[in-house]
């Protein structure tokens, strides 16, 4: 494993769905993040982890939206009810005590 | 808060030329880090070089090179010898350091970088 994997790569869901990503960070990483990208515009951040803590949530991440990293290792985006709205890449990112982040290829999402 | 300013859209180069791409920021953090990251159209943020706040001398790898200047919040990417598998868009970020929190990165809005023969 020498990268951030993300799945699935794309998902299309109706208005109302729930719908769950996953992120596998690179291994030796104690550091994940969850950024959101829309069309036109650079990733904003949504959540950070570090090991299994979740250590800071923006205010983006509605109530909708739940991130989970059990035993410190993969992580799950998932959003309730998703909305048009919510139509973005969603990105993983992993670092470990540097300060460099290492992103994923992203999840796109489409809600119909 | 932290923010980003990129304020070229969309830049040309022909083959093997040089190119500068801007980047000012604004941060009240005492310690910050500046990266730039690159996005062909597949999508992946591929990252090509990363500046400490505190750093002396400007971060250089391989082709890229980052002019650090402090005074004028600047933190422009150069690229030597430009190639055509260069043609991506290019964000600017920053992220504060050792304030005991994730670093999260604040990322610009982006250059969308086409080289031409």
């Known amino acids: 494993d020498t990268g951030v994997s993300q799945n699935p790569r794309h998902k299309i869901t109706k208005r109302g769905q729930n719908v769950t990503f996953r992120c596998d960070p690179i291994?030796?990483?104690?550091?994940l993040y969850w950024y959101r990208q829309t069309l036109g515009q650079g990733p904003e951040f949504l959540t950070y982890f570090q090991n299994e803590a979740q250590l800071e949530k923006s205010r983006l991440l509605s109530d909708r939206f739940s991130a989970e990293r059990p035993k410190g290792s993969f992580s799950t985006l998932e959003i309730q009810r998703t909305e048009q709205g919510d139509s973005a890449m969603y990105l993983c990112?992993?670092?470990?005590?540097?300060?460099?982040?290492?992103f994923g290829p992203g999840t796109r999402l489409t809600v119909l | 808060a932290q923010k980003i300013t990129q304020t070229q859209p969309g830049m040309f180069v022909q083959e093997k030329e040089a190119v500068t791409l801007d980047c000012t920021y604004d941060?009240?953090?005492?310690?910050?880090?500046l990266f730039w990251y690159k996005q062909p159209s597949s999508g992946e943020m591929i990252f090509l070089i990363y500046?400490?706040?505190?750093?002396?001398q400007n971060a250089t790898e391989g082709r890229y090179s980052l002019n650090f200047q402090k005074a004028r919040k600047s933190a422009n990417l150069v690229i030597s010898a430009s190639q055509l598998g260069d043609s991506a868009m290019y964000f600017c970020a920053m992220s504060p350091i050792g304030t005991g929190g994730g670093n999260k990165l604040t990322f610009g809005t982006g250059t969308q970088l086409k080289v031409e023969l």
């Open positions: 941060t009240s953090d005492p310690s910050y880090g």
């Open positions: 291994s030796e990483h104690n550091r």
């Open positions: 500046q400490g706040s505190y750093d002396q």
């Open positions: 990112a992993s670092s470990s005590n540097r300060n460099e982040q290492f």
